[in-house]
């Protein structure tokens, strides 16, 4: 093997490990950098809806543990004056998110799509985050507790 | 582990063998197409070409993979389910197939790390076995390649496409599955990864890819219909070649990874275009060529013939759950949602009984009725009756051209329809909320729906003709005179025109 060939074949390896490590990295580097970027220096709490489940959580349902993940319906708590980013998502069907006492109007909340809503609540308290669109047979749950302290 | 020298297969596997194609008169109109673009030869002989196609395949397979663990699990929302069951499978089988044969074998990650454990090297050759290396006529460098691993003989019994059909037709039972949820696609892809892993470090060269991975059963079966095929140019220098670099491997490259004998090519069959043979051949012997649709006519075993049997009963049942109006079934396929374990019983013992046993009973009973009615007319003449398997083969391989044209057919309103997600999630690859190229929220907009039967109806008759004519061509072959051969190809004919009558029921009826 001459020295060219050697050099092409370490530059194969190289790339192959690289752009392998690169896809690992720059991946979840580019989310973290864009959802701080959207934030802008607010707080930012991501929610998932579950019709299934009945919930909006925080757990993350993803593709590997959607299918078996146990979520349990926890009160979501935000720090009251801080301008917070609330990112909206579902993991099956149209859901509409609302809560009322902070005039927070149903937004759409399409399968696979991220809602963004911006809120900054002064007053502490616990509201009621609704689900404005039939969902399911769980529908009925489909409620969770914003505790601002 | 044994850093044994491979043994060249000089003997072809026994569905692999060569005979000269009957349906005569293709020679004429084939095209070099590496004399005819010069740049492309200089391409495909060197040696990092294969490497620099596979690798950007490589890297979105992984972000396929990360996709479907860490992305969204809304199947629409996810890139591993939008570009490989809608966008990949549509080109594979109505571009790919059609005019490049198994030009994706050429690219496909699946065999990549494996492929670099038992070459230890991705560009470069290694070196031969001393015993066997010897300079040719040219002063190029031949001798058997070494490989890492134990290098096994794939099993005799198995040396045939049974593991990829049942693979396959499994898989495709659990279609609804893998096709919504991205971690099902995920697990099946995974899986095939690391078996092609396993088995390339335990067998010989592409043995996963000959005789396990189910993809590549059905490509065998669709790439004898392609317009494009590796051959030698002139088969005299083969015949007088001494060497077989195609066969050893030469500096320039591996002798062929898919235990083929190059210069004997007859069909695309189990050639998966890796131009291996093309850079070794040391007198520039072996091509690319252009070919007429349908080039490739003869089916060598059962084997290949229940794959064509399977791929047809396939695009039946798929054009019935996912295009036609009948809830239910869809409901029955469905099991991880509906989990109606009676439907989907039903649904598996239909699809699995109509692929093995009733399509083929139906094709049993033409051929033995035309055999029949040919023989009425032969035993007249006195004129031998050509045995039943012969028969048999030979009026399956229109359901090759058929197949290929009903999955086209399928897959082109899918693409249609949920074209605009490819959009979408281009920019969404994870369905995390980004918007890399602004199409992360266009609204799902099929595109030109109503144009689906006016491309359909011909796509199903353009199938339907060269099915019929292939047929014939065989049928002339086989009989001794005209008549007895359209007597002999009028049943399977008849159930052929059936079959798309059912197609077009289904899309337009």
Same mark, same amino acid.
């Given at each position: 093997m001459n020295k060219r060939q050697r050099m092409t074949e370490t530059a194969a390896v190289v790339l192959t490990l690289a752009l392998l490590t690169g896809v690992a990295v720059a991946v979840p580097a580019y989310q973290r950098h864009r959802v701080r970027n959207e934030a802008a220096g607010a707080q930012v709490v991501e929610l998932y809806a579950s019709a299934e489940r009945g919930i909006w959580t925080e757990e993350r349902l993803l593709g590997w543990n959607s299918f078996f993940k146990h979520a349990e319906k926890r009160p979501i708590r935000i720090k009251a004056g801080q301008p917070t980013l609330l990112r909206l998502t579902s993991v099956d069907v149209h859901h509409s998110f609302s809560i009322p006492e902070l005039r927070i109007v149903p937004h759409d909340v399409p399968p696979g799509h991220w809602t963004e809503i911006r809120l900054d609540p002064q007053e502490r308290g616990t509201y009621t985050i609704t689900c404005y669109t039939v969902c399911g047979s769980k529908h009925s749950t489909m409620d969770a507790e914003l505790q601002v302290f | 582990m044994s850093n044994a020298a491979s043994k060249p297969e000089l003997e072809p596997a026994p569905s692999v063998a060569c005979t +000269?194609? +009957?349906?005569?008169?293709r020679r004429a109109s084939e095209i070099d197409v590496l004399r005819l673009v010069p740049p492309l030869a200089w391409l495909v002989k060197q040696r990092w070409f294969q490497f620099a196609v596979v690798l950007p395949n490589l890297i979105l397979f992984v972000l396929f993979l990360a996709a479907g663990i860490f992305g969204t699990p809304v199947g629409n929302r996810n890139i591993i389910i939008v570009f490989v069951w809608i966008l990949w499978w549509f080109v594979l089988i109505s571009v790919m197939v059609p005019f490049a044969s198994r030009l994706w074998c050429a690219v496909c990650p699946f065999p990549f790390f494996g492929e670099w454990i038992q070459r230890r090297a991705l560009v470069r050759t290694r070196s031969f076995d001393p015993r066997t290396e010897k300079k040719s006529a040219t002063g190029v460098t031949i001798g058997r390649n070494r490989y890492f691993g134990k290098n096994l003989k794939w099993p005799k019994a198995l040396t045939n496409i049974w593991i990829q059909n049942i693979g396959f037709l499994m898989l495709c039972t659990f279609s609804a599955l893998f096709l919504t949820r991205p971690i099902v696609s995920v697990v099946v892809l995974g899986s095939l990864f690391l078996i092609a892993t396993v088995l390339h470090v335990i067998y010989r060269q592409r043995t996963f890819c000959s005789y396990v991975c189910p993809v590549s059963g059905f490509l065998s079966l669709f790439s004898m219909a392609s317009t494009l095929e590796i051959r030698p140019r002139d088969t005299n220098v083969c015949t007088t070649c001494k060497e077989k670099a195609c066969l050893a491997g030469s500096e320039h490259g591996w002798g062929c990874p898919w235990l083929l004998y190059p210069s004997k090519l007859e069909r695309n069959n189990y050639c998966g275009l890796c131009m291996e043979c093309v850079k070794t051949c040391t007198h520039d012997n072996m091509t690319v060529k252009l070919r007429p649709f349908c080039s490739d006519t003869v089916l060598k075993g059962y084997d290949e013939a229940w794959k064509a049997f399977i791929m047809l009963a396939l695009a039946a049942a798929y054009s019935v759950l996912y295009q036609g109006p009948w809830g239910s079934f869809k409901d029955w396929a469905n099991i991880s949602e509906k989990l109606n374990w009676r439907g989907f019983g039903l649904y598996t013992a239909t699809l699995w009984s109509a692929s093995l046993l009733l399509i083929p009973a139906v094709f049993v009973g033409a051929v033995q009725a035309g055999r029949l009615l040919a023989r009425r007319r032969g035993a007249e003449e006195n004129a031998a009756a050509p045995a039943f398997k012969e028969v048999f083969l030979a009026f399956v391989y229109p359901l090759v051209p058929l197949g290929l044209l009903a999955w086209v057919t399928f897959s082109l309103p899918l693409l249609l329809v949920n074209g605009s997600y490819i959009l979408m999630v281009s920019s969404d690859p994870f369905g995390w909320g980004w918007n890399l190229f602004g199409t992360a929220n266009i609204p799902w907009t099929p595109l030109v729906p109503h144009w689906g039967p006016y491309l359909q109806v011909p796509l199903l008759l353009i199938g339907l003709y060269f099915a019929l004519k292939t047929g014939k061509a065989h049928a002339s072959r086989l009989f001794a005179d005209q008549r007895s051969a359209l007597k002999a190809f009028a049943p399977t004919a008849t159930v052929l025109t059936s079959f798309v009558v059912f197609f077009l029921w289904l899309y337009v009826g």
């Amino acid at each position: 093997m001459n020295k060219r060939q050697r050099m092409t074949e370490t530059a194969a390896v190289v790339l192959t490990l690289a752009l392998l490590t690169g896809v690992a990295v720059a991946v979840p580097a580019y989310q973290r950098h864009r959802v701080r970027n959207e934030a802008a220096g607010a707080q930012v709490v991501e929610l998932y809806a579950s019709a299934e489940r009945g919930i909006w959580t925080e757990e993350r349902l993803l593709g590997w543990n959607s299918f078996f993940k146990h979520a349990e319906k926890r009160p979501i708590r935000i720090k009251a004056g801080q301008p917070t980013l609330l990112r909206l998502t579902s993991v099956d069907v149209h859901h509409s998110f609302s809560i009322p006492e902070l005039r927070i109007v149903p937004h759409d909340v399409p399968p696979g799509h991220w809602t963004e809503i911006r809120l900054d609540p002064q007053e502490r308290g616990t509201y009621t985050i609704t689900c404005y669109t039939v969902c399911g047979s769980k529908h009925s749950t489909m409620d969770a507790e914003l505790q601002v302290f | 582990m044994s850093n044994a020298a491979s043994k060249p297969e000089l003997e072809p596997a026994p569905s692999v063998a060569c005979t +000269p194609t +009957p349906v005569a008169g293709r020679r004429a109109s084939e095209i070099d197409v590496l004399r005819l673009v010069p740049p492309l030869a200089w391409l495909v002989k060197q040696r990092w070409f294969q490497f620099a196609v596979v690798l950007p395949n490589l890297i979105l397979f992984v972000l396929f993979l990360a996709a479907g663990i860490f992305g969204t699990p809304v199947g629409n929302r996810n890139i591993i389910i939008v570009f490989v069951w809608i966008l990949w499978w549509f080109v594979l089988i109505s571009v790919m197939v059609p005019f490049a044969s198994r030009l994706w074998c050429a690219v496909c990650p699946f065999p990549f790390f494996g492929e670099w454990i038992q070459r230890r090297a991705l560009v470069r050759t290694r070196s031969f076995d001393p015993r066997t290396e010897k300079k040719s006529a040219t002063g190029v460098t031949i001798g058997r390649n070494r490989y890492f691993g134990k290098n096994l003989k794939w099993p005799k019994a198995l040396t045939n496409i049974w593991i990829q059909n049942i693979g396959f037709l499994m898989l495709c039972t659990f279609s609804a599955l893998f096709l919504t949820r991205p971690i099902v696609s995920v697990v099946v892809l995974g899986s095939l990864f690391l078996i092609a892993t396993v088995l390339h470090v335990i067998y010989r060269q592409r043995t996963f890819c000959s005789y396990v991975c189910p993809v590549s059963g059905f490509l065998s079966l669709f790439s004898m219909a392609s317009t494009l095929e590796i051959r030698p140019r002139d088969t005299n220098v083969c015949t007088t070649c001494k060497e077989k670099a195609c066969l050893a491997g030469s500096e320039h490259g591996w002798g062929c990874p898919w235990l083929l004998y190059p210069s004997k090519l007859e069909r695309n069959n189990y050639c998966g275009l890796c131009m291996e043979c093309v850079k070794t051949c040391t007198h520039d012997n072996m091509t690319v060529k252009l070919r007429p649709f349908c080039s490739d006519t003869v089916l060598k075993g059962y084997d290949e013939a229940w794959k064509a049997f399977i791929m047809l009963a396939l695009a039946a049942a798929y054009s019935v759950l996912y295009q036609g109006p009948w809830g239910s079934f869809k409901d029955w396929a469905n099991i991880s949602e509906k989990l109606n374990w009676r439907g989907f019983g039903l649904y598996t013992a239909t699809l699995w009984s109509a692929s093995l046993l009733l399509i083929p009973a139906v094709f049993v009973g033409a051929v033995q009725a035309g055999r029949l009615l040919a023989r009425r007319r032969g035993a007249e003449e006195n004129a031998a009756a050509p045995a039943f398997k012969e028969v048999f083969l030979a009026f399956v391989y229109p359901l090759v051209p058929l197949g290929l044209l009903a999955w086209v057919t399928f897959s082109l309103p899918l693409l249609l329809v949920n074209g605009s997600y490819i959009l979408m999630v281009s920019s969404d690859p994870f369905g995390w909320g980004w918007n890399l190229f602004g199409t992360a929220n266009i609204p799902w907009t099929p595109l030109v729906p109503h144009w689906g039967p006016y491309l359909q109806v011909p796509l199903l008759l353009i199938g339907l003709y060269f099915a019929l004519k292939t047929g014939k061509a065989h049928a002339s072959r086989l009989f001794a005179d005209q008549r007895s051969a359209l007597k002999a190809f009028a049943p399977t004919a008849t159930v052929l025109t059936s079959f798309v009558v059912f197609f077009l029921w289904l899309y337009v009826g």
